[in-house]
Structure formats: C-alpha cells, structure tokens
C-alpha cells in the first residue's frame, strides 16, 4: 500500500450503546470511586435501554468508527431490560452501516440468577444461529462461581472465546485468580490493569477509558499477552486510541517509541484478519507510528473499501444517510436521558 493508506482499522473492545451516552443528565451523586461510576453512570444507563436505542446507539457507533477508518468492532453489549434479540439488532445494524461486529452479551449476576441465565441464553441463541462472537461477561467481582464456570463452559461448548473484563479497578482484584482456571489462548481479557498474575488469552488496553475512570495503568508492553487497542466505548477512532496509547506508555517510560502502540494496533487483524484487505485512504501523506504520535490532528479517512465495496466516499457513509442516523440516534437519545 501507498504511504497515506492502512487496511482497515479494528477496536478490539467497544461498548456501542455507550454512544446514546453523551449529555445524559448528572447522576444523581458524583462517583468519585470506579465503583461509583459504574453504579451512578454505566449500570443506571444498561438498564434503561430498549431495542430502539440499542438499534441506533449501534448504528451511530458503527457510522462514527466507519468515519475514523475502522472497519470491525469486537463489541461487549448490555441491556438488562432488552436482553432476548439484542445481539440481532447490534449485528444488523453495524451490517447496514458496511462495518463488520463480532457481539457478545455481557453476562452478570447483577440482576439476579435470571439475568444472568437470560444473558448465557442470548449469547448461545446468537452464536448457534451463525451470529460471529464471543460469550461476553461483565466482571468477575459480579458474577457468582456458578456463572463464571457457567460463562467458561457455554463457551468451550460453542467452540468461541469470552470477552470479559479483568481487574479493570480494585473492585475486581480477586478477578485474576478466579479466571485463571478458565481462562484459553481465545479468551479477550479486557483492560488488565491490576493483573498480579500471567492469564492466557488477548489483553485488550483501552488507555483514554482507564484515564478517564482513573483506574491505574496496568503497562501492558511488560505483559507476555497479545495486546490489542480498544476504546470500551469511547467512539470508534482507533488513531486516536494508538496516540492515547502511546502518550499513556510514554508518561511511564520515556524511552517507549510509538511503534509499540502501533504494534498493538496491528494485532486487531488477528481478531478480524479480513480487514487487512480492507483498504482505507487517508488525509494524511504519512501513516506511520512516527508521524501519527506527534501529529496535530485532523487525519481522516477519505475513502474505505471493505469487501471490495466503496463504502465511505470524500468522508461520506454510501450505505446510509448519516444525516439521518445521527437524527435518529439524538431522538433515542433524548429517550433514554428522560428515563435517567
């Protein structure tokens, strides 16, 4: 490929109905905890999602990382109220954008034994009906033994990894030792900031979010893992997580080179190896590691090919209106923060 063009781009840990969450209104105490966060922000808003918000959250998150030159989303879903046909509606809509999703319903004990029997149950429903995925599992410090071992066994049965967060804050210190037993080489072990021991499987390291939750940073270049970039929702714009990434790397080692975090980005292709034919034209001459860690910004995708297919044109969606989809999203939107 010319300087200015890369294959597609993967984020490696997405959480697509987080894009409804931007304006939604204070919670009701200011979490000054990741707990809290958790509790006050993320589980109030899950909770109040219905499949029309999950429909165009989706689509917008799919059209905003289209935009930023990704082209595959490994997504980690909840909507406890919107469980049964969620995964569906997730995968759909990312198709009708032209982006590739692989989904997995994030299974917990937060909403009782029938909650998490109803998220393994739309985990296999998806996965056996030919639905590209993982069984998805929220944290182990919400999760019962029974679940976990229930989380580890659905998926050795369906022949997939679990996608799964590990010891993301210190709420889930204990959760490295608990999924050590289960834990495969398939396995998405998500941010992995307080490991105190080796686990077999991806890391997945979402720098602005662990910033943004002020939950540590967990040095991902001294594990033995593959490390893959991910945004845990922050948007789908994976330049902007490799320089985020890097920045966060350089502030604990000033000898760390770019080139490590961009390594980490190019390991998103063994997650989705078809995006390596992907073919996405950029605004910028220069797509290296050097050049991006230290430019001012602005570096676009001008056109993306995915399958063979143009599907964004001078920066514009071809298979949807994005006009229309960003309408739509803002309606569900306003839905969703009246709930809250």
């Not at 969450?21 to 219905?50: C, K």
């Not at 998103?268 to 860690?293: K, N």
């Not at 230290?294 to 920066?315: A, H, K, M, W």
Request: proline share 5%.
């Amino acid at each position: 490929m010319s300087d200015n063009t890369t294959p597609g781009l993967v984020c490696g840990h997405h959480h697509l109905y987080s894009a409804l969450a931007r304006g939604m209104p204070a919670p009701p105490e200011t979490p000054t905890t990741f707990l809290g966060i958790l509790e006050q922000v993320w589980w109030r808003l899950d909770a109040a999602l219905d499949m029309d918000m999950i429909r165009w959250s989706a689509m917008l998150g799919a059209l905003e990382a289209l935009e930023a030159g990704t082209t595959c989303i490994v997504d980690h879903h909840a909507s406890p109220n919107a469980i049964e046909g969620s995964l569906d509606v997730i995968a759909q809509a990312c198709a009708e954008v032209g982006v590739r999703v692989a989904c997995a319903y994030e299974v917990t004990d937060r909403h009782g034994l029938d909650g998490a029997r109803r998220g393994l149950e739309e985990n296999e429903r998806f996965i056996r009906a030919g639905g590209r995925g993982y069984v998805g599992a929220h944290a182990c410090f919400t999760l019962s033994d029974d679940s976990l071992e229930s989380v580890a066994g659905l998926a050795r049965d369906l022949g997939v990894g679990v996608h799964i967060h590990v010891a993301e804050g210190p709420e889930d210190s204990d959760g490295p030792r608990r999924v050590e037993p289960f834990a495969a080489d398939d396995w998405l072990i998500a941010h992995a900031v307080h490991l105190d021991r080796p686990l077999n499987g991806t890391v997945l390291h979402n720098a602005e979010s662990n910033m943004n939750n002020a939950v540590g940073y967990g040095n991902p270049a001294a594990l033995s893992n593959r490390v893959v970039l991910g945004t845990d929702g922050i948007g789908g714009n994976m330049i902007q997580s490799f320089r985020a990434a890097f920045i966060r790397h350089r502030a604990a080692d000033v000898t760390a080179s770019p080139e490590t975090a961009w390594g980490w980005l190019e390991n998103g292709w063994d997650l989705f190896p078809e995006a390596r034919d992907d073919i996405v034209t950029w605004s910028y001459d220069t797509m290296d590691p050097w050049h991006l860690a230290y430019s001012p910004g602005g570096v676009r995708p001008l056109t993306v090919v995915i399958d063979g297919e143009l599907v964004l044109d001078n920066g514009e969606a071809t298979r949807v209106d994005a006009n229309e989809v960003r309408a739509k999203a803002a309606e569900q939107a306003a839905r969703l923060h009246a709930r809250l």
